[in-house]
């Protein structure tokens, strides 16, 4: 499948999720296989243009991601193409326009779904953007703003004629947040009624879901809660896709990519090659101005992160609460994670859990 120019090796994408779809974890997940493009946190425009935002570093990302596509949200155009320049500066494939997020603090400032509600504004955003910058604009939206208002199929239109590369919908509205299901029927006609690639996302659990969708009529198929759920869903729908079993993944395996992604978590900016991780413009340099970010040495001479310990047990909470569902004793394991309160502690934990009680369970 490709976008504007850019080829994606698989058709299966790493929805972008606030909070969790961190560089680190989209790594890991990349490193299993079957993943054609990931998206990073949404970033606000705003910021990356001002260059002082406390959340630039949603835009970062690093080589082994590629290809990438960094989402922005903001609903001023001038500033939205001023942004899709840095996106493009940072070096990133793709810059994607955030119109489906629901919560308040976003759309309230024209942005995020509340343009939606706006289409002739949403596709000024898209011509400005288009304008500015070499790189594909793509676009991800809702189905519309509320039942009265599904308007995804005319906005796609619209921004299509405005230089969009390619859509993802999310089938439900805002109005619906996270409720009831998504409306894949919409998106796959949506999805002929365009020329540019289509996409889509909500609701796939397991990896014949996702080839399942993907057959009926998208050019692409976005898997958020699933990731977090099970990050190797991407790698199984490929299997499936090339007439093979979904691989089966073992307890062990599956520890042990929690314990990689807290390792990951807890040496980030520690002894990394410079150019190793992209960075916006104005991204804080952490060892400086935040000394609980840096790095120490060790009794032992080696180097350690410090006082990361807090924000990587808050990361590794808030990634076991999805983590663990569908797990046998998977509420134990998220009562056991949200207690405890060392790293060392979580090491042991996930060990007992994962690699002790069952070594050799799939699932
Ligand atoms: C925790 C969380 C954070 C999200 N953050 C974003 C975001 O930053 N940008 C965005 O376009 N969608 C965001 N979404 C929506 C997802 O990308 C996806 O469209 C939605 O969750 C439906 O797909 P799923 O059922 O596969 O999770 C988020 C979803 C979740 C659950």
């Known amino acids: 499948m490709k976008i504007g120019n850019v080829t994606l090796p698989s058709p299966f994408v790493v929805a972008p999720m606030a909070g969790m779809t961190d560089t680190a974890f989209r790594r890991l997940v990349k490193r299993h296989g079957g993943c054609g493009l990931v998206v990073t946190e949404m970033v606000s425009s705003e910021g990356l243009v001002r260059g002082i935002d406390r959340t630039l570093e949603y835009a970062e ?45 976003i759309a309230k400032h024209n942005a995020g779904c509340s343009l939606m509600r706006e289409p002739e504004h949403a596709a000024t955003v898209i011509e ?42 999310h089938g439900r509205t805002a109005q619906q947040s996270y409720t009831g299901l998504a409306d894949w029927d919409l998106v796959a006609r949506v999805s002929q009624e365009l020329s540019i690639p289509v996409l889509g996302s909500g609701d796939c659990i397991d990896p014949q879901q996702v080839i399942d969708r993907l057959h009926a009529g998208v050019s692409g198929v976005l898997v958020g809660r699933g990731v977090l759920r099970n990050p190797w869903i991407l790698a199984q729908a490929a299997d499936i896709a090339a007439g093979d079993p979904p691989r089966t993944i073992t307890m062990r395996a599956r520890g042990e990519f929690l314990l990689d992604y807290l390792e990951l978590l807890l040496n980030e900016r520690v002894d990394e090659a410079a150019g190793f991780r992209h960075v916006a413009p104005g991204t804080t340099d952490h060892d400086a101005s935040a000394p609980d970010r840096g790095s120490r040495i060790a009794s032992d001479g080696s180097r350690v992160a410090r006082g ?33 309160q060392s790293i060392a502690e979580l090491r042991e934990i996930v060990d007992e859990f994962f690699v002790l009680a069952s070594p050799a369970v799939p699932v």
Not at 135 to 162: C, F, H, S, Y
Not at 324 to 337: E, F, N, P, T
């Open 61 to 105: 990302y690093t080589e082994e991601e590629r290809p990438v596509s960094i989402q922005i949200f903001g609903g001023d155009p001038e500033k939205m193409a001023a942004a899709a320049r840095v996106v493009e500066t940072m070096g990133a494939d793709i810059v994607d326009v955030n119109m489906g997020c629901p919560v308040p603090k």
């Open 128 to 169: 400005a953007m288009v304008k500015a910058v070499k790189i594909p604009v793509t676009v991800k939206m809702r189905a519309g703003w509320n039942d009265g208002e599904r308007n995804a199929p005319e906005l796609a239109k619209r921004v299509q004629d405005a230089g969009a590369a390619a859509v993802t919908i």
């Open 308 to 340: 990361r310990e807090k924000w990587v047990i808050n990361k590794i909470r808030a990634l076991c609460s999805w983590y663990s569902k569908g797990l046998d004793a998977g509420s134990h394991l998220r009562i056991r994670v949200n207690s405890a």
